[in-house]
């Protein structure tokens, strides 16, 4: 096992990493821009060391710093968290170049993996089922609407490059292709610094339906089961939960059985994400993409198997088999997460950073908070507004939704808007209730939903 590891990221899932190091008696080095010199990972860290100013370019995404740090503080290996330099191929490439190695695939397998246009004709390849869409990239918008017109309307233009949820933009006709190819290209390169662009037909109120996947290199791969992730907000996840409530067994087994099969389509090591969309006739699925790191929602999949995720993937980075078998993974009871955004949905969820001046969390039995805020914290404009996640878990789906109820009940944030009270709203309403929430749920029943944080918010009241 690891003596000391590097962990290039930061908020949340800094934390995240640092707590499974101190468990393990791994010691523990962070990184921090300028902006974050108070941040909690680097309050927590003995040892922490600055990287540049407050742009991501300048600090976390800057190799050179990162891994001199790395070299200089004599790490055995870098936890890259999710974001930021996680699925850059070349960064995994330069640790092991380095004698350092990378906490995740290899770089072959990033590549692989990481261009989602070429992932689907692996996929394809190897006998994974994929939406409906273009052979590889669509180059011109010629070549878009000769794609569209194959697969049929609506479609999706996306990202070979995407994350996050951008990059992407539907067409309902031909005539709206030129624009939404230009407007979603210039997205691409902007967030991504590349512009490549591919199509799928649009599975039309589909499930977003994704597995765990967990790989040592001895070839062992298995699944960790399932995540339904389907309220989303344009395409970002908002609530995520585990196990799915729409698969039957024999569904899981055959999605699980996929979900490997990409993996091993990759040559995967260490833990990743097979993401799905599920046709409403719950027969169907089509793989979407694999993203080959942790992910923001982990935590749900944690709680239902018992698996400590990111020990893990320290585990297999440090060269040990997996002990765990297949048969081994039982999923048990039901978790919820929600995520905590400093961002006002009334606002037309505008970013809303600030100081936190006072905080409470929730807690009791079968709650868990993973977060980077303490009261007095100032939440930094230059990075990513989710700021914590609320965790519930229960024997049943009913009672894990009344125990989440109740934390976001007790969670209390005095600074800045969150979108926590749309969350409560949410766990309130008949279709989440029922567990019939498609991705289409949120932005269809959005104004009803925020009806009364609208009302709260006009009132003047203090929330
Ligand atoms: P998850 O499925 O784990 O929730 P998201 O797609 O929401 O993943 O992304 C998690 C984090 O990683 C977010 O901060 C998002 O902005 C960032 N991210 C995801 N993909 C990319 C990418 N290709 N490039 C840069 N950042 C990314
Ligand atoms: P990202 O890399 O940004 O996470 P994904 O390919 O995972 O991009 O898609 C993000 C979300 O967009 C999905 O969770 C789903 O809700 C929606 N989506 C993507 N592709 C399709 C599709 N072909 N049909 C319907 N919805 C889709
Ligand atoms: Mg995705």
């Known amino acids: 096992m690891f003596k000391r590891i590097l962990i290039a990221n930061r908020g949340e899932i800094a934390v995240r990493v640092f707590r499974a190091c101190r468990e393990l008696e791994i010691e523990p080095v962070v990184v921090y821009s300028q902006a974050d010199r108070e941040a909690l990972h680097v309050q927590l860290a003995e040892q922490a060391y600055c990287i540049g100013p407050a742009r991501s370019a300048d600090s976390y995404l800057n190799v050179n710093a990162i891994l001199t740090v790395a070299q200089a503080a004599g790490c055995d290996a870098i936890h890259p968290g999710y974001g930021f330099l996680s699925e850059n191929a070349d960064f995994a490439d330069a640790c092991e170049a380095a004698g350092i190695t990378f906490i995740g695939p290899s770089g072959d397998a990033i590549r692989k993996a990481g261009s989602k246009s070429a992932a689907r004709d692996l996929m394809r390849a190897a006998g994974v089922p994929v939406t409906p869409g273009s052979d590889g990239p669509v180059a011109s918008v010629e070549e878009a609407l000769t794609a569209a017109e194959s697969v049929g309307y609506p479609v999706l233009l996306k990202a070979s490059?995407?994350?996050?949820?951008?990059?992407?933009?539907?067409?309902?006709?031909?005539?709206?292709?030129?624009?939404?190819?230009?407007?979603?290209?210039?997205?691409?390169?902007?967030?991504?610094?590349?512009?490549?662009?591919?199509?799928?037909?649009?599975?039309?109120?589909?499930?977003?339906?994704e597995f765990q996947v967990l790989a040592d290199r001895y070839g062992n791969v298995i699944h960790l089961g399932d995540r339904d992730c389907s309220v989303q907000?344009?395409?970002?996840?908002?609530?995520?939960?585990?196990?799915?409530?729409?698969?039957?067994?024999?569904?899981?087994?055959?999605?699980?059985?996929?979900?490997?099969?990409?993996?091993?389509?990759?040559?995967?090591?260490?833990?990743?994400?097979?993401?799905?969309?599920?046709?409403?006739?719950?027969?169907?699925?089509?793989?979407?993409?694999?993203?080959?790191?942790?992910?923001?929602?982990?935590?749900?999949?944690?709680?239902?198997?018992?698996?400590?995720?990111?020990?893990?993937?320290?585990?297999?980075?440090?060269?040990?088999?997996?002990?765990?078998?297949?048969?081994?993974?039982?999923?048990?009871?039901?978790?919820?997460?929600?995520?905590?955004?400093?961002?006002?949905?009334?606002?037309?969820?505008?970013?809303?950073?600030?100081?936190?001046?006072?905080?409470?969390?929730?807690?009791?039995?079968?709650?868990?908070?993973?977060?980077?805020?303490?009261?007095?914290?100032?939440?930094?404009?230059?990075?990513?507004?989710?700021?914590?996640?609320?965790?519930?878990?229960?024997?049943?789906?009913?009672?894990?939704?009344r125990r989440m109820r109740r934390c976001l009940e007790e969670f209390t944030l005095e600074g800045f808007p969150t979108n926590a009270e749309l969350s409560y709203q949410i766990l309130y309403h008949p279709e989440f209730i029922l567990g019939e929430c498609t991705t289409a749920f949120l932005d269809e029943h959005l104004s009803e939903l925020l009806e009364f944080s609208r009302k709260l918010s006009e009132s003047g009241v203090d929330a």
């Open 233 to 401: 907000r344009r395409n970002q996840k908002l609530i995520e939960e585990a196990p799915a409530r729409c698969l039957t067994p024999e569904l899981r087994e055959r999605m699980g059985a996929a979900a490997v099969k990409a993996a091993k389509a990759v040559g995967y090591e260490n833990a990743g994400t097979v993401e799905f969309l599920l046709d409403p006739d719950r027969e169907h699925f089509y793989f979407m993409e694999m993203n080959t790191r942790i992910q923001v929602e982990h935590g749900v999949t944690e709680l239902v198997t018992g698996v400590d995720l990111v020990r893990q993937q320290l585990r297999i980075a440090s060269g040990l088999a997996l002990r765990l078998r297949q048969e081994d993974v039982t999923l048990q009871g039901h978790a919820i997460e929600c995520r905590i955004n400093a961002e006002d949905p009334v606002q037309g969820f505008r970013p809303c950073p600030g100081r936190v001046d006072f905080l409470h969390f929730p807690g009791g039995p079968g709650v868990r908070v993973d977060s980077c805020l303490y009261s007095g914290c100032e939440l930094s404009p230059y990075y990513d507004s989710m700021a914590a996640k609320i965790l519930a878990y229960a024997p049943t789906r009913m009672e894990t939704i």
């Open 161 to 209: 490059a995407g994350g996050g949820g951008r990059g992407i933009r539907r067409c309902d006709r031909p005539e709206e292709l030129s624009a939404a190819f230009a407007e979603a290209k210039a997205e691409a390169q902007a967030c991504f610094g590349n512009d490549e662009m591919y199509l799928e037909k649009l599975v039309l109120r589909p499930r977003h339906i």
